[in-house]
């Protein structure tokens, strides 16, 4: 097992797919010559050549339509938006066609088309470059949304959503791209709408995801110090959501928080938190808590950005609180 | 592509037996038999003149909502149409989860669309892109309405295909109204066509009350696309004689004068008197098909009326085409 960066994984995931599988073909802004916006395609262009690494216009909604198109007549096309912050752009074929068209057809076709979209803040691009809004493409049937927190996972559910045959709405966190870890060589493969116990605990659950594992993990480094012993559940897919993890977790320590990078209101922490209590009503010994993004659009400058953001401070507070 | 007597004649019945039905669907929903639907009258030859240059079966095609002729010439059932306007269990595009007219059929390489306009012109762009990828030698037919060209997602579709040089051909189905906004407020060229120089791809205005000629400017684009030489904008004017959809007063936006004068371009009337002129259409022979017409409506709708719906719980698949629990 190599240690590399999930950026070298998601490039190794999406190399081995291309080269086991004809039919599977990249498309977006930037991606070809110049190896996509974050470095994850560099490489590609050269050795797979202009056809199926192919750069297109500036338009994301012709993007992801022209790979609904190309994913109907039986190719696998995985379509890159720069930032996810684009996918507003091309909410309609993601929305109302990616996620209705198999159910619009009465099952006659299917859809298998990645959208690997840049997501989450931190880096100082502002509001409109930096936001988390998982949870609005969560909310509709039809799509499969998965936010891998570490570089194994990310390469095992890329290569699951290649070969999915639905679509997949594949979000990498951006400040994630140089976090290491021990990734499996080969064909390896984490299904997908499987959440994960990450680390064991017995006195708190937390439940997170994506950049937030890791704000979570340090947490649970501190705590552990104090000899708060927490354990974390990662989600590791918002659509299909798999409870089983985080329920068997809720019932062993009966106390749960939930972190998240997005805002609150409405948000996966408010999904999470009400399973919990509709399915494990007489485990709970106090109020679940939530961490989350302040609700204000992202600011630019560090200071007010970090202040923005959940730190590792808020969840130890927060597990604090519920015990 | 010289026609023979016999497909002109065919070309004329598939508009005659679109419009029959088009015009019994109205009626059904006078009557209270059906929830919704919206018509195609008075676009029948643009759409059949161009299916009659498709590879039909072979070919693709991203269709809009008043594309029933188009339809009927790729081999839908007129029982098929009566099943999808009831939401009945065996209609072929959904099952009755999608509304009437916004069709797909497999078997016949036809997308569905969503009710939102021009979204089509993208799957069709990246059908092309496919196409082109396998280095097939098919092609792709995107049709929409003139109001759909006002639309950005239209012009990324577009814009597309010219820089890649893909085989689509987009038939904008000018109907003179965007519901019940005219064209002069929807674009201030006198054409949908003259959009295509801006855009770097062909772009050709035919009359779409004559299928010949429309089934002219097609042949020609489909040849082009077919070889490699891209995609072509064709712009077929013609008039919607029927309000938007069951659900809209025309009286409201438009005269009676207005509809009345246009009447006089009416296809069938059009078509009826070339193939007179040219001695095709005997009174017979038009008596025989309007007499077909009618029974094959009438069995339709007998036929969907006892066919049955689908169950309660069948509204809950197939979201995915994988198992996908949700608990």
């Not at chain 1, 979570?216 to 959501?241: C, F, H, M, N």
Request: with cysteine; charged share 25%.
């Amino acid at each position: 097992m190599a240690r590399i960066t999930m950026r070298e994984a998601i490039s190794q995931a999406l190399w081995e797919e291309m080269e086991r599988d004809p039919r599977v073909f990249i498309l977006g802004e930037e991606v070809g010559v110049w190896g996509g916006t974050y470095a994850v395609t560099k490489g590609f262009y050269d050795h797979f050549g202009p056809e199926r690494v192919r750069d297109t216009p500036i338009a994301e909604a012709a993007i992801i339509g022209a790979a609904i198109g190309a994913a109907l007549t039986g190719l696998r096309p995985v379509a890159e938006l720069m930032t996810i912050n684009f996918a507003f752009s091309a909410m309609d074929h993601i929305v109302n066609q990616a996620a209705k068209l198999h159910y619009m057809f009465g099952g006659q076709m299917i859809l298998p088309l990645v959208i690997r979209a840049v997501g989450g803040g931190g880096r100082q691009l502002g509001a409109t470059h930096s936001q988390t809004p998982d949870a609005i493409f969560a909310h509709f049937p039809g799509l499969k949304v998965v936010a891998p927190g570490t570089p194994a996972d990310a390469k095992g559910m890329l290569k699951a959503a290649i070969r999915s045959q639905d679509p997949v709405l594949f979000i990498e966190h951006a400040t994630l791209y140089q976090t290491r870890g021990e990734v499996p060589e080969g064909d390896y493969i984490v299904p997908l709408g499987k959440s994960t116990i990450q680390r064991e605990g017995r006195h708190v659950t937390i439940v997170t995801y994506s950049k937030m594992l890791e704000i979570s993990t340090k947490a649970a480094d501190q705590l552990a110090k104090e000899g708060i012993e927490a354990e974390i559940v990662d989600l590791r897919s918002l659509r299909p959501l798999d409870m089983g993890p985080v329920l068997e977790s809720f019932k062993k320590t009966n106390r749960a928080v939930i972190v998240e990078e997005g805002w609150k209101s409405y948000g996966v922490g408010a999904e999470v938190a009400s399973r919990i209590y509709e399915e494990a009503f007489d485990y709970v010994d106090a109020p679940i808590k939530r961490v989350a993004q302040a609700e204000v659009p992202l600011p630019y400058n560090r200071t007010l950005e970090q202040m923005a953001l959940p730190q590792v401070e808020d969840v130890i507070k927060a597990v604090k609180e519920v015990l | 592509m010289t026609l023979s007597d016999e497909t002109r004649l065919e070309m004329y019945w598939m508009m005659l037996l679109s419009r029959r039905l088009d015009e019994r669907a109205w009626v059904l929903h006078r009557q209270g038999k059906i929830a919704f639907h919206i018509s195609g009258i008075g676009q029948e030859a643009a759409q059949v003149g161009a299916a009659y240059a498709l590879r039909r079966g072979y070919d693709w095609v991203a269709p809009y909502y008043r594309d029933l002729a188009l339809m009927l010439c790729l081999g839908y059932e007129p029982r098929e149409f009566m099943l999808s306007l009831m939401g009945k269990r065996e209609e072929p595009s959904s099952g009755g989860r999608q509304m009437p007219s916004h069709w797909s059929l497999r078997r016949a390489n036809v997308v569905s669309h969503s009710a939102v306009v021009a979204t089509q012109c993208s799957h069709a762009t990246g059908i092309g892109l496919a196409i082109k990828m396998r280095r097939e030698d098919k092609v792709v037919l995107a049709s929409l309405g003139e109001g759909s060209t006002s639309q950005g997602e239209w012009y990324e579709a577009v814009n597309w295909a010219a820089v890649h040089q893909l085989p689509v051909i987009f038939l904008v189905e000018n109907n003179q109204y965007a519901i019940s906004v005219p064209v002069e407020k929807q674009m201030a060229v006198p054409s949908a066509a003259d959009r295509a120089c801006g855009l770097g791809l062909r772009g050709v205005a035919v009359d779409g009350s004559d299928v010949f000629a429309v089934h002219q400017a097609f042949t020609e684009a489909v040849e082009l696309a077919r070889s490699g030489k891209g995609p072509t904008l064709i712009e077929a004017k013609m008039y919607r004689i029927t309000p938007h959809s069951s659900d809209d007063d025309d009286r409201t936006y438009r005269s009676r004068e207005e509809v009345e004068e246009h009447k006089k371009r009416d296809p069938l009337l059009v078509n009826r008197r070339i193939l007179e002129r040219d001695g095709l259409l005997t009174a017979s022979r038009l008596e025989e098909m309007e007499s077909r017409a009618k029974k094959m409506v009438d069995e339709a709708v007998q036929y969907a009326e006892q066919a049955p719906y689908p169950a309660a719980e069948e509204a809950a698949y197939p979201v995915y085409a994988e198992e996908v629990r949700h608990d």
